[in-house]
């Protein structure tokens, strides 16, 4: 294959300089044909980028979307290579979860022996078996470091002279015995049996029983029968060492090395030290955020309609410019490609060319380069393919425009930092070769290196001097092959399947040790609540439950089915409410009702009056004259907002509310949900609403999905979800998922008004679903992060039903001060002692508290995904860990219609929350975005760290600070036909399980049997536990304890009487 | 029973020493390995503004009580010759107590902020050590008597804010700015140093109710005039300009937004970034003897106050936006003092501090603050693009970018000035070298190349 860089040679020699008019060269199809494959590269590079939108809309999603077809292992393991971040926890980290029993011997043992099988129990020459080698190895940390480092550690620690402290005294008793023994019989000089000419084995060991009587002699040989313990513990272990060295140089040499980078900028730098990426990323990022900018800077960039490329060249290019360092070249070069009409694809294979990248480079070439700067690559690909979500949308191709720059900088960069440093002259295209012939070859591992493994590990299983100096140069290298084929990052896989393992024991057996509790089939609930699925409703559930135990509670999908772009009274513009895969078709308006109009008009004449004032103002205080006078005459005034909301954050809230309450749009109003058949959808007048036959369907499906086809209580509330936090960028992750990052307080309002329909009811009636005249629906928001819930329309609930509201509200508010409770017990900053009231306005003083870093911890514990009925899972502690998702397997059809909805929805968004969190916590600054508290929103798209960094994207430290890092567990009440039969058919569902992104079991609906599913097959699952943990309330389980939880059953004795606990 | 100027002296005292007590504090449990926790920290820290608060109020109010308009505290003599001292000392007068108020006040509540804000912070204590550092740095710069009194509290300040600027300091980058706000500090406090010792050297004090005159600020009258007088202002411009980051010094503002929230909210954006400013209110009547000198701190003033419009127009992150924002009003403060508005410069100070430091402590609202305003106004947020925008094509253009590259002052500054002053000392060390070689009789060494050192400052 002809290289790609030759033919771009070619080219460009007969292109820009040569020709001087500028006119546009023919383009052959060679050049078409070049082009589409480099566009294709491009595209293909951009799958690796960050895949977060704007802050405000904040999606989760896989960080490693790019590798979803490969098995989860295999992708961490590959995506942490391409980002140069870690793929699970530091081996400390597993040891620590092993010291205080969250992982157990026994897990890691059970992982160990499933993957090794057979190969478990072979003896590694007769010194211990692999299971034992690779045990100890997990177990006890074993110090590595450069060369230099294990040399000072020798030689200044008591490393040669005291055992580890981790070994046994009886390991410890018996190497230091042996060796002495050894010493005695064998090294001693005035050998008996070497005298006799028949002497023991010591052919090959003559070069070491030199080296050790030279130590023998330092030790001082002469009074060696009045040598102390100590004294033969420092010998042993010299010995030791001795001989781990000698015999390591017996075996061949490792000659593995790290592979070089493949960019310029970094070799240079590792030869070097100079940073060419400093002065590019500095021009870049500012250039990014003035391009992307939605409405920060007064001022927008000037041509930025014209696209990335044209609009950087137009600005970069002028003269009386900065001397720039080595940039210097850029304006000239900018002008060059402008006047012999270069475009962006053009100039990529221009700067390809002369940095030298040939065409087997060219994928992994482009993909690194744009992973240098991977949060505004990533956005701009973003915004450029998503212009739907953003104000001020860009051209498409801007990724490509992007990376067309930032090659050009690149080359700039180097050529003159090579230039400059190291005085090179030559071509560019063949700097890198020089370079790399630069650079020493990457040393490989060295002798100590290698020598102070096994020394450790010597110590740990007590192998003597003597044991050691017997082996032979192939046992040596097959030892070695061993230790080093189980590496750091296979020791951390291993101790991560353990971790999970142990937690997946303690679910399951959960689930399967828990007797469901089925409600007498004649008993009406005094009423029912519908949630989001979201994990933080676990507990909200629960804790209703326990206040009133004659209701009933159901999980759903927090957007009601009701995927709508919806504008309220009060808001400017329709925001999609619905999960991101899926597009809205309609649009509904919430309007104050006829009475208030007037009202109304007024308050919003006054809102736009006051907005239009505190925007002007916002503008103005950075203006001269404006500012001048503003601060000068009411800037003292600001000390009394400052002081009050920092100091009293929850009063001032209140007064700030009162106050608000004067312009707020009037309270009642009602949503525009109707619109007649035969009008096509739209965002217009007359337009806006939902047929009568779709909100029918949309009814019917909602209520069949959770089972809820008959025993309607006389109230039903369907309660949608967000968080309402003050100086928090990254408050959108901790609303909605299903609602695609919004508050969903409008979809469950929507559905409640179409079950209440007398027409919408009639149509039910005649599909087979009876909805009592009785039974009234009311849509609610809960807001998770200060605990409260609001009723919509309740004006609308006949007298009949009043006192039985005021009953389930007081009951709601009993349980969201318990629920406030328990989230507190996570907050370091709240007493562990407080009252249920006490905490619930704790967390509204966090909502309200300008300093407050961790408003909520949102789902920073999810790890289990449940699909099935309440039953299976009520009085249940699952510590706020678990969605739940309402499903009746009873009333499904064979091939899982009904379920197949349901994980449409439930396995992208909650893998996506799962796995988000996964990555963010294992390497929060890599995969993350570091701590919140330098954080620096910019361009109203997402975060920096400081004035100048790349966009952070991902979940910050503060969110994720006590996730646990496991892959969700799904445990759905079906059979293994059944989902196997989905996964078949449902591409996405199919390639979350199957690749072992998110785990699954299937609990049996007539049974409490388990199946785990592991490569493709289901087995069966047998509980370690015998019986759970009980505790009368929720209370009593978590009172006093701040880390996760074990699972238990509550209020069991209580509720069903001694005789039928367990 | 105590007299007036007794209580004064004690609450005086009590102002400065209450931030001192603190210091001591984090310092030596830091120092034992001890730190305090983080529910004492946020104590100690209330506890020492509302003292320091309280104390400043009481001079406050006594002094209004009894009409004195300037008392002073000898707290000691560092240097004592006949005909020459360098003394400790503190000033009460209608400059200091309202800066010494603000100070508390700000503190105070960005102390508070911070408890919570840094919470479970591994750097938290390092972080309460730096306060307290910058809380009496800021303390004795407001409350100075002498010009070295001053230095001392300026340097505090200057140490504490370069450390917390880098306060991040496991990541290249703040450590990087952390270096280049040190190194423009380093300049001012040089000029400010040499400032000092001109003023010693003409008339053996840095007193600067000597040095003013007898009257109460601003009224007083300079001690030094004509040749002289210009030298010092021109030495004590430049110190204020490093401080208070006026042109050409104005690249570091930005750059100290990588410390926490709270650091660069009160630190660049409201208080330190102010003292510049307050040191020409201070000295201002040297002011007066030159006109000059005057109209060189107007015209830095308002080319501070121009730049710092035209670049914070286009910036597109709100820290950077605010910072500049600071320094647009900043550059005025400067020109009113240059003109002669000593009390409207005063007044400006401590309104823009306030305000400014609520805008910064909220700026991660902006979302939300956005957002809300658009559902005010009903549709999105105009962009006015400013009177700069509507400038013809290419002009406009070329703004655009000046402003964009923040007026390339960073890169003129390092091709200019730093870039020659290493070349200079490679060369020195390149002759030193050859010198050796020749006396040793080695072959020579290849001299490092400059580019490879500029790494910091490019």
């Known amino acids: 294959m002809k290289s790609f860089a030759k033919k771009s040679t070619t080219e460009v020699a007969n292109r820009a300089p040569l020709r001087p008019d500028g006119r546009l060269r023919v383009v052959t199809e060679d050049v078409q044909a070049e082009e589409k494959h480099l566009r294709h590269v491009i595209e293909h590079a951009g799958h690796l980028l960050p895949a977060q939108g704007p802050i405000t809309v904040f999606i989760h999603h896989n960080t490693l979307h790019a590798f979803e077809d490969l098995p989860f292992f295999e992708a961490v393991e590959k995506g942490a290579q391409v980002f140069g971040c870690e793929p699970y926890l530091s081996e400390e980290r597993y040891r620590e979860e092993l010291g205080r029993g969250r992982v157990r011997v026994a897990d890691v043992e059970a992982v160990l022996c499933e993957d090794l099988g057979p190969r478990a129990s072979e003896p590694i020459l007769r010194l211990c078996t692999r299971l034992d080698l690779r045990l100890a190895m997990l177990q006890y940390p074993l110090r590595y470091g450069p060369t230099e480092e294990l040399l000072w550690f020798v030689a200044e620690t008591d490393a040669l002279r005291r055992v580890r402290r981790d070994v046994s005294s009886t390991t410890r008793g018996r190497f230091v015995a042996e060796t002495r023994r050894w010493v005695m019989r064998d090294l001693r000089g005035g050998n008996e049996s070497g005298r006799n000419g028949h002497g023991t084995a010591k052919s090959g060991n003559e070069r070491v029983e030199a080296d050790l009587a030279g130590l023998l002699e330092r030790f001082g040989h002469a009074h060696i029968e009045d040598w102390n313990d100590r004294t033969w513990e420092a010998f042993a272990l010299q010995s030791l060492w001795r001989v781990c060295c000698t015999g390591i140089k017996s075996a061949p040499e490792c000659t593995a090395s790290l592979p070089a980078p493949i960019r310029h900028a970094d070799l240079l730098r590792q030869l070097t030290g100079q940073q060419t990426d400093l002065p590019v990323h500095d021009l870049l990022i500012s250039f990014c955020a003035a391009y992307l900018d939605q409405g920060v800077a007064d001022w927008p960039l000037p041509n930025r309609e014209q696209g990335f490329y044209r609009a950087f060249v137009s600005l970069h290019r002028q003269p009386l410019g900065p001397p720039n360092g080595c940039l210097g070249e850029l304006s000239g070069e900018l002008a060059r490609l402008e006047d012999s009409q270069i475009g962006p694809l053009g100039s990529i294979r221009e700067s390809l060319c002369l940095l030298g990248v040939p065409e087997e480079e060219l994928q992994s070439f482009v993909s690194a380069t744009l992973l240098a700067l991977p949060g505004w690559a990533g956005m701009v690909h973003q915004i450029e393919l998503r212009g739907d979500r953003v104000r001020h949308p860009i051209p498409s191709d801007s990724l490509i425009e992007f990376l067309a720059i930032r090659l050009i900088l690149d080359r700039l960069a180097v050529a003159s930092a090579a230039r400059s440093s190291l005085g090179f002259r030559g071509s560019l295209s063949t700097l890198r070769d020089e370079l790399r012939r630069l650079i020493d070859a990457a040393p490989a591992v060295s002798v100590e290196q290698r020598a102070f493994q096994v020394f450790q590990l010597a110590q740990v299983f007590g192998w003597t001097a003597e044991t050691l100096s017997r082996l032979r140069p192939d046992d040596w290298t097959a030892l070695l092959r061993e230790i080093e084929g189980f590496s750091a990052i296979e020791r951390r896989r291993f101790f991560h399947l353990a971790y999970e393992r142990r937690f997946v024991t303690r679910s399951l057996d959960a689930v399967a040790l828990h007797a469901p509790t089925c409600p007498p089939p004649d008993e009406i609930p005094r009423f029912q609540a519908v949630f989001c699925l979201d994990d933080r409703e676990e507990s909200m559930r629960r804790h209703l439950e326990e206040v009133a135990p004659d209701v009933e509670t159901f999980g759903i999908a927090g957007f009601y089915g009701v995927a709508i772009y919806y504008r309220g009274a009060a808001d400017a513009h329709f925001v999609p409410l619905c999960p991101i895969v899926i597009r809205p078709q309609h649009w509904i308006t919430e309007h104050v009702v006829d009475g208030l109009t007037e009202t109304h008009q007024r308050r919003a004449r006054a809102r736009r009056a006051l907005g239009t004032a505190s925007h002007r103002l916002h503008v103005g205080s950075r203006t001269f004259a404006l500012g001048a006078l503003v601060t000068a005459t009411v800037g003292v005034l600001a000390t009394a907002p400052l002081v009050a909301r920092i100091l009293f954050p929850r009063l001032t809230a209140r007064i700030r ?260 969190y996964y990555f963010s916590h294992v390497d929060s600054p890599g995969f993350g975005c570091g701590t919140k508290l330098s954080h620096n929103v910019t361009a109203l798209l997402g975060v920096m760290d400081g004035a100048a960094s790349d966009l952070r994207t991902g979940l910050p430290w503060q969110m994720v600070e006590i996730h646990e890092p496991v892959r969700l567990l799904f445990v759905l009440e079906t059979t293994p036909e059944v989902i196997l039969g989905i996964m078949e058919r449902h591409a996405v569902i199919g390639s979350v399980l199957r690749n072992g992104w998110a785990l699954l079991a299937v609990l049996d609906p007539y049974s409490q049997a388990i199946q785990v599913y592991r490569d493709g097959r289901f087995t069966c699952y047998e509980p370690e536990a015998e019986e759970l943990p009980q505790a009368a309330s929720s209370v009593d389980w978590y009172r006093g304890c701040r880390d996760h939880l074990d699972f238990a059953e509550i209020g069991r004795r209580h509720v069903r009487g001694p005789a039928s606990s367990r | ?319 950077s936006a605010l910072s500049f924002a600071s320094l647009v009003q900043v550059g005025l403060i400067v020109a009113e003092i240059g003109i002669g508005f000593r009390y409207l410069a005063l007044i400006h100070l401590l309104g823009h501090a306030c305000l400014r430091t609520l805008q910064f402590i909220r700026a991660p609202t902006l979302l939300h603050d956005y957002h809300q305003l658009e559902n005010a106004i009903g549709h999105h947020l105009p962009r006015s693009g400013g009177p700069l925008g509507l400038a013809p094509g290419p002009l406009r253009t070329w703004l655009y970018r000046f402003a964009l590259e923040r007026g390339y002052l960073d890169s003129l500054l390092a091709e200019y000035v730093v870039l020659p002053f290493v070349r200079l000392f490679i060369w020195c060390d390149a002759m030193e070298r050859r010198w050796t070689d020749l006396l040793t009789g080695r072959a020579p060494q290849p001299v490092k190349q400059p580019t490879a050192m500029m790494e910091d400052v490019a």
């Open chain 1, 657 to 916: 509310n009162l106050f608000g309450r004067l312009v707020q749009a009037p309270p009642v109003t009602e949503l525009h949900l109707e619109r007649s058949d035969h009008v096509a959808a739209g965002p217009q007048n007359g337009h806006v609403g939902y047929s009568l036959v779709e909100m029918t369907e949309i009814g019917e499906r909602q209520l069949r999905d959770i089972g809820l086809t008959q025993r309607f209580a006389r109230l039903v509330f369907l309660i949608g979800h967000g968080s309402l936090s003050l100086n928090n960028p990254h408050k959108s992750a901790y609303d909605c998922g299903a609602c695609g990052g919004a508050p969903g307080a409008p979809n469950g309002r929507a559905l409640a008004r179409i079950l209440n329909d007398p027409r919408i009811r009639e149509r039910l009636a005649q599909r087979g679903l009876n909805i009592p005249g009785t039974t009234v629906f009311i849509g609610g928001f809960h807001n998770t992060c200060d605990d409260s819930i609001a009723l919509f329309e309740t004006d609308r609930v006949p007298d009949s039903h009043r006192s039985e509201l005021e009953a389930a509200q007081k009951d709601l508010e009993e349980a969201l001060n318990r629920n406030a409770h328990e989230r507190c017990r996570r907050f370091m900053s709240a007493p562990l002692t407080m009252s249920f009231a006490a905490a619930r306005q704790h967390v509204q003083a966090r909502a309200e508290d300008l300093a407050q870093t961790r408003p909520e911890l949102g789902h920073a514990t999810n790890a289990i995904c449940f699909v099935g009925r309440r039953e299976r899972t009520r009085q249940l502690f699952f510590d706020r860990r678990i969605f739940l998702t309402s499903y009746d397997p009873t009333h499904d059809d064979a091939q899982g219609a009904i379920l197949t909805r349901l994980l449409q929805a439930a396995v992208p968004v909650c893998s996506g929350i799962s796995l988000e």
């Open chain 2, 1 to 319: 029973m105590l007299d007036h100027t007794m209580t004064i002296a004690i609450l005086g005292v009590g102002a400065l020493g209450a931030p001192v007590l603190l210091l001591c504090v984090h310092g030596v449990s830091s120092l034992l390995e001890r730190p305090l926790g983080e529910t004492a920290t946020g104590k100690a820290c209330q506890a020492v503004n509302v003292t320091g608060l309280l104390a400043s109020l009481g001079v406050l109010s006594l002094m209004l009580l009894d009409g004195t308009r300037h008392e002073s505290i000898a707290i000691g003599e560092w240097v004592s010759i006949p005909h020459y001292h360098f003394s400790v000392k503190l000033i009460f007068d209608r400059l200091s107590v309202p800066m010494a108020i603000l100070s508390f006040v700000l503190c105070g509540t960005v102390g508070a902020f911070a408890t919570r804000y840094m919470h479970r912070e591994r750097g938290y204590n390092r972080f309460f050590v730096l306060y307290a550092l910058f809380v009496v740095g800021m303390v004795l710069t407001s409350l100075a008597g002498t010009i070295e009194t001053l230095f001392a509290g300026w340097e505090l300040v200057g140490l504490s804010s370069a450390l917390l600027v880098a306060f991040f300091q496991e990541r290249p980058a703040p450590a990087r700015n952390g270096l280049r706000v040190w190194v423009v500090y380093r300049v001012s406090d040089a000029a400010l140093l040499l400032a000092a010792v001109v003023l010693h050297h003409l008339s053996g004090e840095g007193d600067f109710d000597q040095l003013m005159g007898a009257g109460p600020w601003p009224d007083g009258e300079a001690a030094v005039s004509g040749l002289p007088a210009l030298i010092v202002g021109l030495l004590l411009l430049v110190a204020a300009a490093g401080k208070s980051a006026l042109v050409p010094f104005s690249g570091w503002l930005p750059r100290a937004m990588e410390g926490p929230t709270p650091s660069s909210a009160v630190f660049y954006g409201a208080l330190s970034v102010h003292l510049g400013a307050y040191l020409l209110l201070r000295v201002s009547a040297i002011l007066d003897t030159s006109p000059w000198l005057a109209a060189a701190v107007v015209v830095l003033g308002v080319a501070t106050a121009f730049y710092a419009y035209l670049v914070g127009s286009v910036q597109t992150d709100i820290k």
